[in-house]
């Protein structure tokens, strides 16, 4: 019997297909290799990506441990802030239409902060032994607060960056307003089984262009080939084959058990039913264990909460960060809900100005403006600028 035809079925506790499971034994190599090994050279130059870091968010280091992480700030408001997940890279992600849609839809009217862990994306790539920790992922994401001087803020805690965000809460509950958590977990090592985590490792680690596919195909659940040769390719760019690999090992080491208990800030936890890399009953046993903490299932496979059926996940997130928004108050005056800026913003629309000659007259960003914009059809409930400068008109702001 050929190499090729052995089909072993996958072990209990694995996310992906038998075609998966048999691209981690090796038993289809010769090929497929071959072709990943090829599309990997070709599509990590530079230049495949220089048009996408166009009209990114401005990015600063902050230092730490003798090394620089990298951060970013966006929007106006009170703070969400993002610990970092398994892998990231500030540039690339702002520049994805569907990463930076899902992220404007959640954070409209607020300041959000991201930044990339050590090793990854824009921060310096040395890591040590002692970074792989979740006190060091605590001690980072205080840095980054500490830096900006934010006293008080909303976390919002993805993948294995919901560890860093749950004990960061429990150990610091005056610093933290309110607890977002979404396909988070609490026990690294019930993901999958060790066979499992072992083979993912070790695969990332001796392969990275076989790695990056079989987690993408784990992450994105049901997408076709071309969206999960993107984020093959991505997580290349934002971290070497050694970086990644030891990270995985800190996202099954990761558990923070001990300290669900201790959390004070009201929490929500947003998990999709069908989530292929961390499993369901990991976000309800998070939820069942917070004080006071509210579940909300969604339906999908999608881990990557910008992935899938996105505008759900959005809106649950928002129920949390903006109550008030989706329905105006009997009675209440529009003028009570804008802002002086978001008038002013309005009052430009009207006069038939777009984003970008709005942004020169009142000498601010085009990103800026269009904040403006989606916070002032949020907080109307309009589906468009023409019928939100319709409704001002009748409302007498203009």
Request: contains cysteine; proline residues 5%; neutral net charge.
């Amino acid at each position: 019997m050929r190499r090729d035809d052995v089909r072993p079925n996958p072990p209990r506790g694995f996310a992906g297909g038998a075609y998966t499971w048999r691209l981690l034994r090796g038993d289809v190599i010769s090929r497929s290799t071959r072709k990943l090994e090829t599309a990997s050279r070709s599509n990590s130059k530079s230049d495949r990506y220089a048009r996408l870091m166009a009209d990114g968010a401005a990015i600063r280091f902050l230092p730490f441990a003798g090394r620089r992480v990298a951060y970013a700030a966006t929007g106006e408001g009170p703070p969400v802030v993002a610990p970092a997940w398994w892998v990231s890279h500030l540039e690339l992600d702002w520049a994805d239409a569907a990463f930076r849609g899902f992220w404007e839809a959640v954070g409209a009217g607020y300041t959000l902060v991201r930044y990339d862990r050590l090793g990854v994306g824009m921060s310096d790539h040395e890591v040590l032994d002692d970074d792989l920790t979740l006190d060091t992922d605590v001690a980072v994401l205080r840095a980054v607060l500490d830096e900006l001087s934010l006293e008080k803020v909303v976390l919002f805690g993805g993948s294995s960056g919901g560890c860093a965000a749950i004990a960061f809460a429990a150990r610091f509950p005056e610093r933290v307003d309110r607890l977002l958590l979404c396909g988070a977990y609490a026990d690294g090592a019930s993901i999958t089984t060790r066979e499992v985590q072992e083979s993912v490792a070790s695969t990332v680690r001796s392969h990275w262009g076989l790695g990056s596919r079989v987690l993408a195909d784990i992450f994105l659940g049901e997408s076709d080939s071309a969206e999960q040769e993107r984020l093959a390719r991505y997580q290349r760019a934002a971290a070497s084959p050694e970086t990644a690999a030891a990270l995985l090992e800190l996202t099954y080491r990761n558990d923070v058990r001990a300290e669900l208990q201790h959390v004070r800030a009201p929490t929500l936890v947003v998990h999709r039913r069908a989530d292929r890399a961390i499993p369901y009953h990991l976000g309800r046993e998070v939820a069942a264990a917070i004080p006071g903490a509210t579940l909300v299932p969604l339906d999908g496979s999608a881990h990557l909460p910008w992935t899938g059926d996105w505008q759900a996940a959005a809106r649950a997130l928002r129920s949390v960060l903006a109550p008030e928004a989706p329905a105006r108050l009997a009675g209440e005056p529009a003028a009570a809900l804008l802002s002086g800026r978001e008038r002013e913003v309005l009052a430009l629309i009207a006069n038939g100005l777009n984003d970008q000659e709005i942004a020169e007259q009142l000498v601010l960003s085009p990103h800026t403006v269009h904040r403006h914009v989606a916070n002032i059809r949020t907080k109307l409930r309009l589906p468009s600028r023409t019928a939100a400068v319709a409704y001002a008109a009748r409302a007498g702001l203009l």
